[in-house]
């Protein structure tokens, strides 16, 4: 699986969009591009996925750049529930087991 | 449904005690992980079984044992208990169209 490299913290108002970035610039043609967030103390929980195509779901939005070597996880208007710990995380897609390598992540906090 | 659920939330051992983490999902997946996550790191799998009757070593299986009881259930043993595996576990299983993990709340371990 790819690695990843994404900042460690980052900062963000309430109500204005959160754009996480990820670099993942050793990714190849069958990887995955997958988005977590663990909230404290949680197991951690899946926001949203892709292969090369920007994708939406009622959480967030996923911009893959066209050669696939970054990604920008955007929620859109963050609020104070969504200051959690955020993981890009790349992987083969369709393989038997789905195995996760977790980094350090990004801190989100959203501020009042 | 429930989901994915993990028997003790908290527990405290003593060295060389052993004991039996406890994980169910409702979702009829055929994949089932365990991880562990120290405090600052993320998580790093231990032990995984991407189908029942199959079960195969992860990134930090060492001091650990588990059992795919059937479709539903995956229990991690500790045999003998040893400080270093003070840690918070997670079981999670897998979703079969998007290939997302979902994740347990987690057991609280603590070894004196």
């Known amino acids: 699986d790819a690695k990843t490299t994404q900042p460690p913290s980052m900062d963000c108002a309430e109500g204005r969009a959160a754009n996480l970035p990820c670099n993942h610039s050793?990714?190849?043609?069958?990887?995955?591009v997958y988005w977590y967030r663990q909230i404290h103390s949680q197991g951690p929980q899946y926001i949203i996925h892709?292969?090369?195509n920007n994708e939406t779901n009622e959480m967030a939005s996923l911009i893959i750049t066209e050669d696939r070597k970054s990604s920008t996880l955007i929620l859109p208007h963050a609020t104070l529930r969504d200051t959690a710990v955020y993981y890009c995380?790349?992987?083969?897609?369709?393989?038997?087991?789905?195995?996760?390598?977790f980094g350090q992540g990004t801190i989100l906090t959203v501020h009042p | 449904n429930a989901g994915v659920t993990q028997t003790p939330k908290f527990q405290v051992l003593k060295t060389g005690q052993s004991m039996t983490l406890q994980c169910a999902q409702d979702?009829?997946?055929?994949?089932m992980y365990w991880y562990r996550q120290d405090p600052g790191m993320g998580l790093r799998l231990i032990y995984y079984?991407?189908?029942?009757?199959?079960?195969d070593k992860g990134e930090v299986p060492n001091g650990y044992n588990v059992s795919r009881l059937n479709k539903r259930e995956f229990s991690l043993r500790l045999e003998s208990a040893a400080p270093s595996q003070t840690s918070v576990y997670f079981c999670?299983?897998?979703?079969?169209?998007?290939?997302?993990?979902?994740f347990g709340p987690g057991t609280r371990l603590t070894v004196l």
């Open positions: 050793t990714i190849s043609g069958n990887e995955y």
């Open positions: 999670a299983s897998r979703g079969l169209q998007r290939g997302e993990q979902f």
């Open positions: 892709g292969l090369k």
């Open positions: 995380i790349v992987r083969i897609g369709g393989t038997s087991y789905g195995k996760l390598t």
């Open positions: 979702m009829n997946h055929n994949s």
């Open positions: 079984s991407a189908s029942e009757g199959t079960t």
